[in-house]
């Protein structure tokens, strides 16, 4: 079956319906974090909003920002939630918690939109962050695992800060946060493009469908599928399988689509 190609600059939606970012998460449970417990990174995104569905497991996902503070919420199967930017969060696993995890804007977190919780320190010495980030690339799993117990301890500081000290614990979250978006800015034209050619473009597709009416829309009739197990790699809050690449059904019609790499 030929597949769905990257873009190539002309005009249109890409990648999948919406332009969401779709990923199977199997949330780390190899070993425990520090903390004892089976967990992801806590970690943050500039501008995505995610949502989590619940396909296998349970476990929790706590979240954390200026305005409500440490908030816990219990996942079972079938649960969905979703939530906004700027709210920190951390997946945790009874040892089998599987999600299909939803970003509104596929591609963002891959260049870089999503920002990993090491602490002050860390986020003062970029070559330390640079190390930390790049060890599932450099070691796989165990750099994936070693990466997560550094943000676990970190975070334990932070856990900290809210039960001694709620100020403290709100000044550290909008000091991350700044880090994030000051960081973030740089990136502005390639996040825009991004928006454009993945939700932008889906929704322009629909308005013009509607518009149409009465009138019939064009048939456009293409079928694809992305086949289970084809991609995998180590990100922040487990072992993905996120759905880059779409296969056309044989008589289709080649459409484009946005190919790129999971969050590291």
């Known amino acids: 079956m030929p597949e769905q190609g990257s873009t190539d600059g002309v005009g249109g939606p890409i990648g999948l319906i919406g332009g969401i970012g779709l990923t199977e998460v199997h949330v780390y449970a190899q070993r425990p974090a520090p903390d004892g ?45 979703h939530f906004p930017p700027l709210v920190m969060h951390r997946l945790i696993s009874d040892g089998d918690l599987v999600i299909l995890g939803m970003m509104g804007n596929a591609g963002l977190a891959e260049a870089g939109e999503a920002r990993i919780y090491f602490g002050p320190e860390v986020d003062a010495d970029p070559e330390s962050f640079a190390r930390l980030v ?34 403290a614990y709100a000044a550290e979250l909008e000091r991350f946060f700044g880090v994030h978006c000051h960081a973030m800015a740089s990136l502005r034209a390639t996040f825009e493009e991004k928006v454009r050619q993945g939700p932008s473009a889906w929704a322009a597709a629909t308005l013009e469908r509607l518009r149409g009416l009465p009138g019939r829309p064009a048939a456009e009739g293409g079928v694809f599928i992305n086949r289970a197990g084809t991609e995998s790699a180590f990100g922040m809050c487990g072992v993905l399988r996120p759905l880059l690449r779409l296969e056309a059904l044989p008589g289709s019609k080649a459409v484009k689509a946005s190919a790129g790499r999971p969050p590291a």
């Open 37 to 81: 417990l089976y967990s992801g990174c806590p970690h943050v995104h500039a501008v995505t909003d995610e949502g989590y569905f619940v396909l296998r497991g349970r476990g929790r996902v706590e979240f954390h920002d200026p305005e409500r503070g440490f908030r816990i919420l219990e996942l079972g199967p079938g649960d969905y939630a």
């Open 134 to 167: 790049a060890l599932p690339r450099e070691r796989g799993l165990e750099g994936a695992l070693e990466r997560r117990d550094a943000a676990v301890r970190a975070y334990a500081g932070l856990l900290r800060r809210w039960e001694e000290d709620r100020r």
